[in-house]
Every structure is written in structure tokens, then in C-alpha cells.
């Protein structure tokens, strides 16, 4: 395992890799990362996340916080089933969810809509929202998020996230279409999480293989991996089951990859 100057480390483990529509069988976006000597948090919470969390035998009661790319339902859509998944476990310690503009409305809406009741039911731990503005930076569960919005419709901003845990940063596309602020998001990353949903069909408002190719002698992260697959880019192989690295350095998360920085 890499270790930084200051002693820090992340282990990254892909629970979901998937599109919206379970291609290949994957599980929903979900990304569960534990910093050394720091509680694990989420990036998304697809709707298929609590199965996907317990295939990857990771304990959703330890989870000190989310952080939400944006407001479609395999991002978020996993959100009632982990606060309510806390109530019923005898969940003590606070969790922190935090997202885009709008959160805080549509987090009630969407559990109010599975679970009638459930979101003004009184819990034995705090459940906190942060709306994180796009250009800004917010420290959340020791942990620093920086935002860019990025070109993806959900009703509310979708962003792209940079998180920086002591000297390791993760950065994350979530879905958009290509934007320049992507090498921002990117700059000097030890991992950039990026979304390929198709290799070269263009698919509004989402990434495709080639717009990435294209962009790779700019994109400065340390390591790519590749994530939110459809099936046409499955059907074009696997290759991190091969434990291989493409012409442009990429690399193919699939469910149950651990990558330790």
C-alpha cells in the first residue's frame, strides 16, 4: 500500500459500478471509500446500494456521510433504505448527506414516496443535509469536497466532486457530457473516477470512451478508472479482470474492485 508524507491512505472499493439498468448485473453507482484513521464515506448511493454494500461485505452503520453527484435515482435513489436501514440497526452516530442544490427537498420527497412517514419519524441519530454550492468547497466527516456543476439535467445542479483526504484526492465525474472543467475536476488527482457510459454513440448529457481518449494527454490524475457502464461498453471487454491498462492508461472498475492509495 502507497502511504503519503503524512501518513495518509485511501482504499477505494467499487460496491456498484453499474448503469441505471443493472447492465452486465452491476449494482447502481456506489463507492465506498475509507480514509486511514477516518470513518468510510460514499460517493453516490445508487438505489440498489444497501445489496451492493453487503456483497462487498462493508457495514452501511459505519458510513459517516455521502456525497451525492447528482439527483437521479441510481445516484441517490439508495438514500431511504440507508437512513432507514439506521433506524431499525440502532444507528447512534450522525450521517451526513451531501449533494447538490435541492437536496434538501427532494431527499424527504423521495423517501416520503417509498416510505410514507419515514421522513419526520424520530431517529436516535442526527441525519444532517449539506447542499453543497457548485465553485465551492465544504469540509464534511473530515473530509474536503470541492464542486464544479457539470452538463447532466437531474432537476437541480449535477456536480462533479474532488475530495481530498489529507494528501490523497479522488476526483469524480459523476455523469455529465464533456466540459472542460472535467480537467479541473482531474488536475493532479491519484484517482479520477470517470464515467464512460458508451465507447463512441453520443448519449446526451453523459461521457463516452472516446470523449475521454481524446482528452487524455490532458487529463493530469495519476490513475483513471473507468465506471457507469452500459452494456455496449461491457460487450467491448473487461479490463480490469484482465488487470491491464488500455493505450491511454485506463483502467475498467467492476463490482468488488479495491484499489488502495
Not at 33 to 53: E, F
Request: with cysteine; glycine share 12%; proline share 5%.
Amino acid at each position: 500500500m502507497n502511504e503519503s508524507a503524512d501518513g495518509s491512505s485511501v482504499t477505494v472499493t467499487f460496491a456498484g459500478s453499474g448503469d441505471a439498468f443493472g447492465s452486465g448485473g452491476r449494482y447502481q453507482a456506489c463507492i465506498h471509500l475509507r480514509g486511514q484513521g477516518r470513518p468510510p464515506v460514499l460517493l453516490d448511493c445508487g438505489a440498489t446500494s444497501m445489496s451492493a454494500l453487503r456483497a462487498a461485505g462493508l457495514d452501511p452503520g459505519e458510513i459517516a456521510a455521502v456525497f451525492v453527484s447528482h439527483l437521479h435515482g441510481d445516484h441517490f435513489g439508495g438514500l431511504p433504505f440507508l437512513v432507514l436501514d439506521g433506524q431499525f440497526s440502532g444507528r447512534r452516530v450522525p450521517l451526513t448527506v451531501a449533494g447538490p442544490p435541492g437536496l434538501e427537498r427532494r431527499l424527504p420527497q423521495a423517501m416520503e414516496a417509498m416510505f410514507p412517514g419515514s421522513s419526520t419519524v424520530r431517529r436516535r441519530f442526527d441525519l444532517n443535509v449539506v447542499e453543497m454550492r457548485p465553485g465551492s468547497t465544504v469540509g464534511v466527516a473530515g473530509v474536503d469536497v470541492s464542486s464544479w456543476e457539470v452538463d447532466h439535467p437531474s432537476g437541480a445542479p449535477s456536480l462533479a466532486l474532488r475530495l481530498g483526504f489529507g494528501a490523497r484526492v479522488i476526483a469524480y465525474t459523476g455523469d455529465t457530457a464533456w466540459t472542460g472543467s472535467l480537467l479541473a475536476v482531474a488536475d493532479g488527482a491519484d484517482l479520477l473516477i470517470a464515467e464512460a457510459y458508451y465507447h463512441h454513440k453520443a448519449i446526451p448529457y453523459h461521457l463516452r470512451y472516446t470523449d475521454l481518449a481524446g482528452h487524455a494527454g490532458e487529463l493530469t490524475s495519476r490513475r483513471i478508472v473507468l465506471t457507469h457502464l452500459s452494456a455496449d461498453m461491457l460487450a467491448r471487454g473487461d479490463r480490469s479482470r484482465a488487470e491491464r491498462r488500455d493505450e491511454f492508461g485506463f483502467e475498467t472498475a467492476h463490482d468488488g474492485l479495491i484499489i488502495r492509495l
